[in-house]
T-cell receptor, first 112, second 116 residues
Framework: KQEVTQIPAALSVPEGENLVLNCSFT??????LQWFRQDPGKGLTSLLL?????REQTSGRLNASLDKSSGRSTLYIAASQPGDSATYLC???????????FGKGTHLIIQP | GAGVSQSPRYKVAKRGQDVALRCDPI?????LFWYQQALGQGPEFLTY????????KSGLPSDRFFAERPEGSVSTLKIQRTQQEDSAVYLC??????????????FGPGTRLTVL
């Protein structure tokens, strides 16, 4: 059964810093990996989707990388802002499952 | 266009009551998914539809949970005889085409169910 782990569980940094969120998964037979953002009491907003054949995707200040063989992904946030404060979730598809398998998330706080 | 919508946004039920949660996917999306998110946890897969066919219901936690999508568009998740452990946010997602694992999923805002 696929398992997804996110480290750290929580992170608090001053505004302006660059930061990295980590995601690992146990079954490398994935089709894609998505990073989501979840604000308190809200649904999930898709940030980046990386297909299994890709190594990275970029959107604005966000860059996500994928190393499928080692079962790892990172989300890099450049020049963090207070508006980036949220919970960030990593999810993989495939590995024998029809739905996405999620990690527990990283709760990020950017201090003004 | 409009995103995925869910109703109600909040539902409070007394233990033992039946509830029905509705999901309106993005128009034309073939695949529809339901997830359950407990407090402080990531979402967990419940069930998957391709059009009106329920192709995977392996994540439904008990036979009290039932989902349908009779016309291949709107879906309803029904929970019978609710228990306190059913308290969670129920998320619906849709994607453009068949082949569940391949495509990007778009999520609704969720329904927060509280069972007293």
């Amino acid at each position: 059964k696929q398992e997804v782990t996110q480290i750290p569980a929580a992170l608090s940094v001053p505004e302006g810093e660059n930061l990295v969120l980590n995601c690992s998964f146990t079954d490398s037979a994935i089709y894609n990996l998505q990073w989501f953002r979840q604000d308190p009491g809200k649904g999930l907003t898709s940030l980046l989707l990386i297909q299994s054949s890709q190594r990275e995707q970029t959107s604005g200040r966000l860059n996500a990388s994928l190393d499928k063989s080692s079962g790892r992904s990172t989300l890099y946030i450049a020049a963090s802002q207070p508006g980036d404060s949220a919970t960030y979730l990593c999810a993989v598809s495939g590995g024998g499952a029809d739905g996405l398998t999620f990690g527990k998330g990283t709760h990020l706080i950017i201090q003004p | 266009g409009a995103g995925v919508s869910q109703s109600p946004r909040y539902k409070v039920a007394k233990r033992g009551q039946d509830v029905a949660l509705r999901c309106d996917p993005i128009s034309g999306h073939v695949s529809l998914f339901w997830y359950q998110q407990a407090l402080g946890q990531g979402p967990e897969f419940l069930t998957y539809f391709q059009n009106e066919a329920q192709l995977d219901k392996s994540g439904l936690p008990s036979d009290r949970f039932f989902a349908e999508r009779p016309e291949g568009s709107v879906s309803t998740l029904k929970i019978q005889r609710t228990q306190q452990e059913d308290s969670a946010v129920y998320l619906c997602a849709s994607s453009t085409s068949a082949g569940a694992p391949y495509n990007e999923q778009f999520f609704g805002p969720g329904t927060r169910l509280t069972v007293l």
